[in-house]
């Protein structure tokens, strides 16, 4: 969640938007000394706390320091191996609490974070190394050109063996909103919108994108674990850029366009939605992988931290406020009928028409978050309060809606 906090001259909320840059770049020896040096006080610290039975950060930079201070590196990433550690310790934890079973675990992959001690300069990160002793990593045109902000500070950054990712915050004036619209979730598109427009975003090319790799993984013949999990691994990770690119353009267009028109953003709450597609809920295997291989959590994560980025507020509906998106109405309120043979479409008895279900599913979405909005902010109260919050029979609305392509 957001922080809020006043900033210094005006009376005027402030978000904390965070979010990070990532590059490769190649690492030097010194780097690649470090690397295992932070990798194995991490797997120190992780012994450490499982032997004591101590996940908390202040026991376990207690416990482990012995061990520890041993390391000839620079106290930063003494501090930082324990917090990592401790992040993995608590990890394991709440999978022992849930009664999942677990390994102990072991940071496989050499890795350093650090808050303190680097410097961003000329294009370049200084990491230390030692005593007056710096590695400098040049940073990409890109990661350059977001850190020119001068707003931008960059608080931690991590190296693995191929890449630097800088973690960065800014401080946004927050938006004030005069409307609010609802981002819909399907399968194969995002419905973004409210009373006055919905706008549909195309997403079939990511349900072709799973199929693909599913074929692709599935037609490999040969009876070798090894082999068979190195090639999905290769092409899950392909399948995973794909999608992601597919879905940031959806969603940059829809931040940038709800910032234009001074819109809030509504999202639904659909946790547990993989409970609907299980083995033994009398779904055939195709449509059950279909639905599991579908990303939801990639695309609310994507439009969250960009509305954060430009200051847009962002509302999450309860589980309770989402239920029955679709079930009513939105011009007229009356309960709507479903058909196999209308498919997506919904049928109003009252009105005499088919809808939309995934529009009016962002249209009732979109009415809800409002009435969140007005809460805390004044200007929208005024209109929740004319009515606007649910569909009131015989208050018709017309909606126009658009339909966009993903990759146009
Ligand atoms: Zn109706």
């Excluded at 977001?146 to 927050?174: G, N, Q, W, Y």
């Excluded at 999990?229 to 353009?249: D, E, F, P």
């Excluded at 509305?307 to 509906?317: E, S, Y």
């Amino acid at each position: 969640m957001p922080k809020k906090r006043k900033s210094p001259t005006g009376s005027c909320l402030n978000l904390l938007a965070l979010k990070s840059v990532k590059q490769t770049y190649r690492p030097t020896l010194e780097i690649q000394r470090l690397l295992e040096i932070f990798h194995h006080m991490v797997n120190d610290c992780i012994e450490i706390g499982i032997s004591y039975d101590a996940a908390s950060l202040k026991r376990l930079s207690v416990l482990s320091w012995p061990q520890r201070r041993k390391y000839d590196c620079p106290s930063y990433y003494k501090a930082s191996a324990v917090s990592r550690a401790a992040g993995i310790l608590a990890s394991r934890k709440k999978s022992l609490r849930r009664g999942i079973p677990t390994k102990n675990p072991y940071s496989l992959r050499p890795q350093i974070t650090a808050y303190q001690g680097f410097r961003v300069k000329d294009g370049t990160l200084r990491v230390p190394i030692g005593k007056r002793s710096f590695e400098y990593v040049p940073l990409t045109s890109h990661t350059a050109s977001i850190l020119l902000d001068p707003a931008v500070m960059v608080r931690s950054f991590t190296l693995t063996p191929t890449s630097l990712s800088l973690c960065i915050s800014k401080e946004v004036p927050e938006v004030e909103c005069t409307e609010a619209i609802a981002v819909d979730r399907n399968l194969r598109n995002l419905t973004v919108g409210n009373d006055n427009r919905v706008i549909q975003y195309d997403l079939s090319d990511t349900v072709r994108i799973v199929q693909t790799t599913v074929d692709v993984v599935g037609s490999f013949r040969r009876n070798d674990a090894r082999i068979r999990t190195k090639i999905a691994s290769k092409y899950g990770l392909r399948r995973r850029n794909r999608i992601q690119h597919v879905l940031h353009n959806v969603t940059k267009r829809i931040v940038a366009l709800a910032f234009e028109g001074k819109q809030g953003i509504v999202l639904e709450n659909i946790e547990g939605i993989r409970r609907l597609y299980r083995k033994g809920n009398g779904q055939n295997k195709k449509y059950r992988g279909r639905m599991n291989g579908w990303s939801f959590w990639e695309a609310q994560r994507q439009i969250e931290y960009k509305a954060r980025w430009v200051g847009l507020p962002v509302v999450r509906l309860s589980r309770r406020e989402t239920r029955g998106s679709s079930l009513s109405c939105p011009r007229c309120g009356e309960r709507l009928q479903s058909d196999k043979k209308l498919r997506r479409k919904l049928w109003c008895g009252e009105c005499r028409m088919v809808m939309d279900r995934d529009v009016v599913a962002a249209i009732n979405l979109a009415r809800r978050g409002r009435v969140r909005f007005a809460r805390s902010r004044p200007p929208i109260v005024r209109e929740a309060q004319g009515g606007a919050a649910e569909a009131v029979k015989g208050n018709p609305t017309p909606t126009v809606i658009l339909r966009a392509d993903a990759l146009k």
